[in-house]
């Protein structure tokens, strides 16, 4: 330390005033003398004093002093170890021996041992300056020594701070790099390991450039040019991929900072956060959200944007057409309901593979809802490629498929439209294309339909109809017909099948095929069987009552398979047939497969019920659904009513007529009734008879016709003159 730097130093640390002392000496008259020689030199002091070690060391414990001043011979010690007790003590002061005389060794061993100066007692016109000196002194160390341990003390900081910052980025999560400008890597800290599975050693001096991914490497390589002219801003480089030492691709997010100018960096600090999970979900949610999660196929958020997007580019290019094909699975509820929902899934995922099938390159297929599914054909340039698809769609659904050991026949009703200047929005498309599915459906599914503009009419119509079919029962607009059923040997009339239609005021009859769907849905059709059913037993009751033997021997009426899930089923056919007084073996219930589809132990329970009570059971529209012959000796059956589309094919191919043959053939083995349904042609009659039929039904003997009608015909029946209708 310069003399100068002392000075200063100690003029800020002056010596304190008044200063307190403690006088080691037990001869009261040299006491004496010290404080006179302090007292002249204008010191201003306190004091204690102490003559033996046993007060020096208590005084020494109970206060603060800032010199001692001892002399040699003490009583029982001495001044060297007055000296070493001060050490013990922890006060560092000035130790300062005032002695009459002091022998060569002593003095030497006292110097040795630290005292900070000597005095004799016959000099003590020396003591003030002595004392003050030592004191300077003794306050420069102390200011010395309270500097080096700041300093210290400032060293460790740094050193704890650098190395609380290398700690922080060698265990960053991001990745910490400086880059040269020229792109190549000056430092890379350790998670590029984790990260990016190399050691940061291996990368060094390395161009960083060779672990961007191709695609992004001149967006990254453009970003290092704008940089360049950059300083000290931090600057966002947004999505890139790199690397790994695995050869996978990781997304990262950077923010890049040119410290080119600052020596300890001289390059861009780059902090590269890993992305590749967020980037990751992001993309799986925007899958998700276009995607329909059971089929995989596009929902109906990504086919309204397409549709959307395809009507905007018709307007703009007239020529450019494309069609719509909206289809709907035919009986899937009965399926869905019947089978479980499990099951349901199922079929619709093999559908929906089926239906890939279809399609080319470029069009798109979406599941729309539940059973419905939406293909969007570009490139279309008349209807009829449209309807080639939509009759190679009937052909994939064909084959029967096998679900839980059952084979299940689905088929689809499609409704076809195609693009046009009058269409702004996804959702007039998709509602004509609907109404056209809906008209397939009602011309009795597996078919498609041509959207015509009068179909829109009709849609809205469907929409009053649910409401209008409540009203119906309680306003009795129901009204039962009767099919008659003939001995295809006698022609004579055996019997007759209701058939409920409905007859709102004022407008034409409405056949059950349009409302019948609707009412199983809703569950209105218990309430409508029911009814149909008391209609048609009063009915044959009183035909009995006035026709008699030439009455028909039973009555058909349809049960709805939604019936069944009504334990009770049974008691309440009973109590409707027994209250209108016709006997029980007259009544024939009509079902049709679907009802084994549903919990068959339960089904066939009630079944077997009905017929130990005489009420008889017969199998309607035979051969079109889950065809197994097993049903007919597996549940109790009187009769069975092969469908109408064998009937009509009758004499056209062998395989129908060996399958016609064979359920005459099984009919017969097993003593149930057969009736063929849809006769329509003479030649049907003579080929039935042959195959072993015994009766049947149709256009060729009759339609459906009102109780009236029908009444007419048995007065006919009675003489034997049935005349043809
Ligand atoms: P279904 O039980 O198969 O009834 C036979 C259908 O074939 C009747 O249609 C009948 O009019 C029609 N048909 C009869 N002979 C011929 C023919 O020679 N050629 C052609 N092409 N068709 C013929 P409808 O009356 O329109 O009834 C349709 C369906 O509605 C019935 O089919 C039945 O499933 C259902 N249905 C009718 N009434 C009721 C009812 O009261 N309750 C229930 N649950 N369903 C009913
Ligand atoms: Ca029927
Ligand atoms: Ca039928």
Redesign the pocket.
Same mark, same amino acid.
């Given at each position: 330390m310069s003399s100068d730097l002392l000075k200063s130093t100690l003029s800020n640390n002056e010596v304190k005033s008044p200063i307190h002392l403690l006088l080691l000496e037990d001869v009261p008259e040299d006491i004496e003398l010290i404080l006179l020689a302090l007292t002249n030199a204008d010191l201003e002091f306190t004091y204690d004093t102490a003559e033996t070690a046993s007060l020096y060391t208590l005084k020494l414990e109970e206060n603060r002093y800032d010199a001692v001043l001892a002399d040699y011979r003490l009583p029982g010690f001495n001044g060297l170890q007055a000296l070493k007790i001060l050490q013990q003590s922890g006060q560092k002061i000035p130790f300062i021996l005032v002695t009459g005389s002091l022998g060569e060794e002593a003095a030497v061993a006292c110097m040795k041992a630290g005292i900070t100066d000597y005095l004799l007692k016959d000099r003590l016109f020396r003591l003030p300056n002595i004392l003050q000196r030592s004191l300077e002194e003794f306050a420069l160390r102390r200011q010395q020594q309270q500097a080096l341990l700041e300093q210290q003390k400032a060293e460790k900081a740094l050193r704890d701070s650098e190395k609380r910052f290398r700690s922080l980025i060698e265990n960053a999560i991001d990745i910490i790099l400086i880059v040269s400008s020229a792109g190549e890597f000056r430092y890379v800290s350790p998670s590029v390991k984790r990260i990016l599975g190399y050691s940061p050693n291996r990368l060094k001096d390395q161009p960083l450039f060779d672990l961007i991914h191709p695609e992004d490497q001149q967006r990254i390589k453009s970003f290092f040019n704008r940089i360049k002219n950059t300083t000290n801003q931090s600057i966002p480089i947004s999505e890139f991929r790199v690397r790994t030492h695995d050869n996978n691709w990781v997304m990262l997010d950077a923010i890049a900072k040119n410290l080119e100018d600052d020596p300890a960096i001289a390059g861009f600090v780059i902090n590269c956060h890993d992305i590749t999970e967020r980037h990751h979900t992001a993309q799986q949610l925007r899958y998700d959200a276009y995607h329909d999660k059971l089929t995989g196929l596009a929902n109906r958020t990504a086919l309204l944007h397409e549709l959307e997007h395809a009507i905007i580019q018709h307007q703009r290019r007239k020529d450019d057409h494309f069609a719509l094909l909206f289809l709907d699975l035919d009986r899937f509820k009965v399926i869905n309901d019947s089978l479980g929902h499990l099951t349901g899934d199922q079929l619709l995922q093999e559908m929906a593979k089926r239906l890939q099938q279809c399609h080319r390159q470029g069009d798109m297929l979406a599941r729309f809802g539940g059973d419905e599914f939406v293909f969007l054909l570009r490139d279309i340039r008349e209807m009829q490629e449209a309807v080639v698809v939509a009759e190679r769609i009937h052909q994939v659904l064909q084959p029967p498929l096998m679900l839980n050991n059952r084979e299940i026949f689905m088929s689809a009703s499609i409704g076809i439209t195609i693009s046009g200047e009058h269409y702004h929005h996804p959702e007039q498309m998709l509602r004509d294309a609907d109404a056209a599915m809906y008209r397939a459906k009602a011309k009795g599914r597996a078919c498609h339909e041509i959207f015509v503009s009068t179909m829109h009419l009709s849609a809205l119509k469907e929409l009053h109809l649910e409401n209008d079919l409540r009203q119906a029962l309680q306003r009795q607009e129901l009204v039962v017909y009767y099919q008659p059923i003939f001995d295809l040997e006698t022609e004579k009339i055996v019997g007759a #099948?209701a058939l409920v239609r409905w007859h709102p005021p004022g407008k034409s009859l409405i056949p059950p095929n349009d409302f019948i769907p609707l009412a199983e849905e809703t569950g209105l059709i218990i309430e409508i069987d029911r009814w149909v059913l008391k209609c048609a037993c009063q009915q044959l009751y009183q035909w009995q009552q006035t026709f008699q033997k030439f009455a028909p021997h039973f009555i058909?009426v349809?049960l709805s398979p939604k019936q069944f899930s009504d334990a009770s089923l049974k008691d309440k056919i009973t109590e409707i047939v027994d209250k209108t007084g016709l006997e029980r073996q007259h009544l024939k219930l #009509?079902i049709t497969e679907t009802v084994f589809l549903k919990n068959s132990h339960a089904v066939l329970g009630i079944l077997s019920e009905l017929q130990e009570l005489n009420i008889q059971i017969c199998l309607?529209d035979f051969g079109t659904g889950y065809s197994s012959l097993s049903y007919l000796h597996r549940f109790p059956l009187n009769s069975f009513?092969i469908d109408r589309s064998f009937v009509i094919h009758l004499g056209q191919t062998n395989k129908n007529d060996a399958i016609v043959r064979i359920v005459g053939t099984l009919a017969h083995e097993l003593q149930l009734e057969l009736i063929a349904e849809g006769v329509e042609e003479g030649y049907q009659i003579e080929a039935l008879k042959k195959l072993g039929y015994q009766w049947g039904q149709g256009y060729y003997f009759s339609p459906p016709i009102d109780a009236q009608a029908f009444t007419l015909l048995l007065e006919k029946n009675r003489y034997h003159v049935v005349e043809k209708i």
């Open positions: #099948e058909s349809n #009509e309607d009513k």
